[in-house]
């Protein structure tokens, strides 16, 4: 199974660490975020790892090429120039993501969880979606809305009460989630996102909020799905008490 860390993000919260560090190496009780992560991902069957790079990219490299498991099984997708958001860093690696016509997982590099990883897989071989998001009931002001068939229909800011897209209509049976940063994308994605325009840097929330009719977006809800981001000084501590 292939799967995508995403690990070329600038980790502006996680400053001063970023200064001189890439997030994705970020320690969590001694050990890099891209570690736990691939770890994790190859513990459950996925064996092809892209990773994309930008921020201190020469320092991931560096480290995955040190790793024997690592470097064995992940394939680098460069963003020198430009950093590409995470929807235009996945089109970038196009080349690797469709090496072969099976769907593939992208990763946050900054999440810890015990999602069933494998499962999420397996549900969308079976849906016929292209997008299939990993969501749960965790407590969040902002909620991705889904019809009682558990397709997307928008996003919703509680506090603020915006709303995407603009012309979001809720009725009592639509069901409200938080957003894991976990998710399954068939290859065909990439011809979709050309057809409607989009290209070099943009967000992948922005891709799947836009609209798009043919664009079938389910969500996959685990029960108990525990989850830490820790992209944050205080989240970051979090997950350290919680592993030691």
């Not at 020198?80 to 992208?106: C, K, M, Q, Y």
């Not at 919703?156 to 009592?172: D, F, G, Q, V």
């Amino acid at each position: 199974m292939k799967t995508m860390i995403l690990c070329a993000g600038l980790g502006t919260r996680l400053k001063p660490w970023t200064d001189s560090h890439p997030k994705a190496l970020v320690p969590v009780a001694g050990v890099p975020m891209l570690k736990r992560v691939s770890d994790r991902l190859i513990e459950q069957g996925f064996d092809e790892v892209t990773v994309n790079v930008h921020h201190f990219a020469d320092q991931i490299v560096s480290f995955i090429r040190k790793d024997r498991t690592l470097s064995e099984k992940v394939r680098i997708s460069y963003e020198t120039e430009t950093l590409l958001d995470t929807g235009g860093g996945i089109l970038h690696a196009e080349e690797f993501l469709r090496s072969d016509p099976s769907p593939f997982l992208v990763h946050n590099v900054d999440i810890l969880s015990n999602a069933d990883l494998k499962a999420i897989m397996e549900d969308h071989m079976r849906s016929g979606r292209h997008v299939t998001l990993l969501v749960s009931e965790r407590t969040s002001d902002r909620k991705l809305v889904f019809n009682p068939g558990m397709r997307l229909k928008g996003w919703l800011n509680l506090k603020s009460r915006e709303k995407r897209p603009s012309s979001l209509s809720m009725t009592a049976d639509d069901e409200m989630y938080a957003f894991s940063g976990i998710y399954v994308l068939s290859v065909d994605v990439f011809d979709i996102m050309r057809s409607y325009g989009f290209s070099g840097a943009f967000p992948i929330m922005d891709f799947f909020l836009s609209d798009i009719p043919e664009l079938k977006i389910g969500g996959y809800v685990q029960k108990d799905l525990d989850i830490i981001d820790i992209g944050k000084p205080d989240t970051l501590h979090r997950a350290e008490l919680k592993i030691q």
